[in-house]
């Protein structure tokens, strides 16, 4: 098994930048794919980024190409969400998980074995 804690959220003015954080704990983080999700108050949870456990290969959702930016560091077991001209319909609570298949991309909430407890991140308008 493997923990998740995500950290790093917050309240940011639109067209300002955040990075989250998520660090594994337990397993090895290098094992899985990481991805991060977000919902939006009484929404479901959307496919936001995905890194492959070697972080060669990343996928993006439409919403954030350009803007967003996932990247691993598997020497501390850390992946990290850069997200940068923030939107208001970027606010949410974003979940980091960890998926132990070999397939390639995966988006799907199903598709991830295990999840954090969630970060807030608000933007203001």
């Known amino acids: 098994q493997v923990q998740l804690v995500e950290s790093g959220g917050g309240l940011v003015q639109a067209g300002g930048s955040l990075r989250l954080s998520c660090a594994a704990s337990g397993r090895t983080a290098s094992n899985y794919h990481m991805g991060w999700f977000r919902q939006a108050s009484g929404k479901e949870r959307d496919f936001v980024l995905g890194i492959s456990k070697s972080g060669w290969l990343t996928y993006y959702a439409d919403s954030v190409k350009g803007r967003f930016t996932i990247s691993r560091d598997n020497a501390k077991n850390t992946v990290y969400l850069q997200m940068n001209s923030l939107k208001p319909e970027d606010t949410g609570v974003y979940y980091c998980?960890?998926?132990?298949?070999?397939?390639?991309?995966?988006?799907?909430?199903?598709?991830?074995?295990?999840w954090g407890q969630g970060t807030q991140v608000t933007v203001s308008s």
């Open positions: 998980a960890a998926a132990a298949t070999t397939t390639w991309p995966i988006s799907k909430v199903g598709e991830y074995d295990y």
